[in-house]
């Protein structure tokens, strides 16, 4: 059964960098479609960017220049490197998984851009 624990959140401020990491467990992510999502107060949880399982990325429009989503497959792990951050970048990260064993979310991980 896949499980997936984030870290690498943080307070950072306008213009500023960090990465994501997400680790899996129990199921390898070889076989996954993996993604990152986030979730600001008072709206949807909406994707951010995505990488199948035979390592195709990409992500949204908002995020597109400034965000990369990578993967580690030897160490299980799916990254979410994010420059030139903005105050609007501010949110609860998720990872996901999905394949033919099911799906999972992580616990989420507070990204907040202030000065």
């Known amino acids: 059964q896949l499980q997936l624990v984030e870290s690498g959140g943080g307070l950072v401020q306008p213009g500023g960098s960090l990465r994501l990491s997400c680790a899996a467990f129990g199921v390898s992510i070889s076989f996954n479609d993996m993604s990152w999502h986030r979730q600001a107060p008072g709206e949807q949880r909406q994707l951010v960017a995505k990488i199948t399982s035979g390592g195709m990325a990409s992500s949204v429009d908002s995020v597109k220049d400034r965000f990369t989503i990578s993967r580690d497959t030897r160490k299980n792990m799916v990254y979410l490197q994010m420059n030139n951050l903005k105050p609007e970048d501010t949110a609860v990260y998720y990872c996901?998984?999905?394949?033919?064993?099911?799906?999972?979310w992580g616990q989420g991980t507070q990204v907040t851009v202030s000065s």
């Open positions: 996901f998984g999905w394949g033919k064993t099911g799906s999972a």
